[in-house]
């Protein structure tokens, strides 16, 4: 297999209850403030297809599109598992060139029960992608 195979190559693949994914999307919400956790009460109820994640050295794919942290336009900073009480978090952070601006993006995604040991060797394997000699940056607080 050769180097650009391997960067595709899905590291983690994980399926969550709808329970788990309710308590991240609760858990998201609240972290933004009341008005979308208000907005999320009503949306969640619809929540009919069954979740899931891929992610692989370049990106993270959800049902909806993937989203590139490692590539074009993109460098990798920074791999942590978050404690938020009742689910862990695997935080991605990112930094992002547009034109002339260059911005910090994280990107949360819930670690399911039982997935914990599989989220470290990620954030090992991921982190050992990030150059050597970039400082660990921390994020500016999103508005």
Same mark, same amino acid.
């Given at each position: ?7 595709? %190559? ?8 709808? %329970? %788990?994914?309710?308590? &991240?999307?609760?858990?998201?919400? @609240? !972290? ?14 619809? =929540? ?9 050295? /370049? ?6 599109? +993937?989203? =590139? &942290? ?15 009480? $009742?689910?862990?978090? =695997?935080?991605?952070? /990112?930094? !992002?060139?547009?034109? !002339? ?11 399911? !029960?039982?997935? @914990?040991? %599989?989220?470290?060797? =990620?954030?090992?394997?991921? $982190? $050992?992608?990030? +150059? /050597? ?7 500016? +607080?999103?508005?």
């Amino acid at each position: 297999m050769n180097e650009e195979q391997e960067g595709r %190559e899905v590291l983690v693949h994980w399926i969550y209850t709808r %329970e %788990e994914w309710r308590v &991240f999307l609760r858990w998201r919400k @609240l !972290k933004r403030g009341v008005l979308p956790f208000l907005i999320h009460l009503v949306t969640t109820l619809r =929540l009919r297809n069954i979740p899931e994640i891929r992610i692989t050295h /370049y990106n993270v794919m959800t049902a909806t599109m +993937p989203e =590139l &942290f490692n590539g074009l336009y993109r460098e990798l900073k920074r791999v942590d598992i978050k404690d938020a009480g $009742s689910l862990n978090i =695997l935080e991605i952070v /990112y930094e !992002k060139t547009e034109e !002339k601006n260059t911005l910090f993006t994280e990107i949360h995604i819930p670690v399911p !029960k039982g997935k @914990l040991r %599989e989220a470290i060797r =990620l954030q090992q394997d991921l $982190s $050992s992608i990030i +150059p /050597y000699w970039l400082p660990q940056v921390q994020p500016h +607080p999103l508005p």
